[in-house]
């Protein structure tokens, strides 16, 4: 009797204790939702349904104190003061209002900070992601699959989901043996879609070195992935052999107009053009997979004369859009390929397509290609791997979901 009154007695403590917890009205959102943060959840929900804007999903940033500040990491851009809070006056929460969710960045979106009455202390647009007193968010960091599942998210209106990840090593044939690639990665870890920039970048490693041989592909990674370190990854392959003569550079970063950003330092298409001047007997074939690389495209085109030893360059999108990781569905759009390719759309969609032409079924589809006229193997692959891609119907076929009305938010490019 004695054991039994004793539980009893601390069911009845812990009973009072978490009365006294619920009513407190101030615990954290780490510790459970307390009652100044729903009032200030309500405050940013109504905000983002004034907006207006239905393609967005809301995330809780995180706590703030008084005295905190609120800003954006933007690529490619000197941050303006008139975008960072002056230091908060009240204690409260930060919330990020995401109008191409999950896109690489730069692209647009909204920053409410909400003290604990459900008033609002600062509001701003940005094209970055947020972040207190300089430093990344948590959700930020998350690979996108668990963002999306996770207690930060907020507001989904149209119930987007991230597909779950599947290991995939592409069945790339070698066929081009005296031809490399290096393969560069620019995201740094606390950076907006880092999981998946490198396993899309680790997939893409793959199918190079399946295509050229091990020897010949070189992956720039993190830490080692600065500007310095893709020209030495450069300069350390063409002198790998005799025989080198073409070399594919692949990049996937985040981006803005002719810049990205790869180890945490920019890089421009003026950068990339010194770099391919520096070896006249070296043809280069370049696909970069970040937002706004249709102005590197356009950037090589638009050179006169033209870059003599630039054999092609894809980009992942046009000048003024963006460029995404994989989804599956995205407001009532399904993927056409949406069991198969994975991380990162458009690098995903090109490398089945790789593995598709290299295939000895279809080997020949790439060998006896006339039309446009090509020199070699390697610019007919890559050719007709992107047009399988975008399809002779992009609104309706293209294997990149966002390239299909009504969405249109990507548009692939070529140049050569």
Known sequence: MRIKKSMLFTVIIGIVAMLLVSCSGGVSFNGGVGITFE???????????????????????????????????????????????????RDGWVFYLDEAPGAFYNHPGKILVVDEAGEIMFETETNGWPTIN?????????????????????????????????????????YLRTYGAVVVQGLTPTQNLYSEAGNAHDDMVTAMEGLMGAANVTAVDYPDNSPTDVETAVENLINSSAFMQHVTLYFIAHGAHQYMNIGGYGYTAALLKNLMDEYPDITFSVIIETCHGGSWTDY????????????????????????????????????????????????????????YYTDPANWTTVTNMTYPTFSNNYLKLYYLSYKKVITNNPSANSLVIFQRSPLNFQDPQIHF
């Open 300 to 355: 090589f085109a638009a050179l006169s004369p033209q870059q003599p030893n630039l054999d092609m360059f894809i980009s992942s999108t046009s000048a003024s859009k963006s460029a995404y990781p994989d989804y599956d569905s995205y407001y009532g759009v399904v993927d056409h390929n949406g069991g198969a390719d994975q991380y990162v759309e458009f690098t995903s969609d090109f490398i089945l397509q790789m593995e």
């Open 39 to 89: 009032l200030a959840k309500q405050t940013f929900l109504d905000w983002a349904i004034q907006e207006g804007n239905p393609h967005v999903v809301g995330f809780l940033v995180g706590e703030a104190k008084a005295g905190d500040e609120v800003d954006s990491e933007t690529i490619g851009q000197q941050l303006k003061q008139s975008k960072r809070s002056t230091p908060l006056e």
């Open 134 to 174: 300089d430093e990344t968010p948590a959700f930020i960091q998350m690979p996108l699959e668990e963002r999306f599942k996770s207690e930060y998210i907020l507001w989904n209106p149209n119930k987007i989901l991230i597909p779950e990840y599947r290991i995939i090593n592409p069945n790339i044939i070698k």
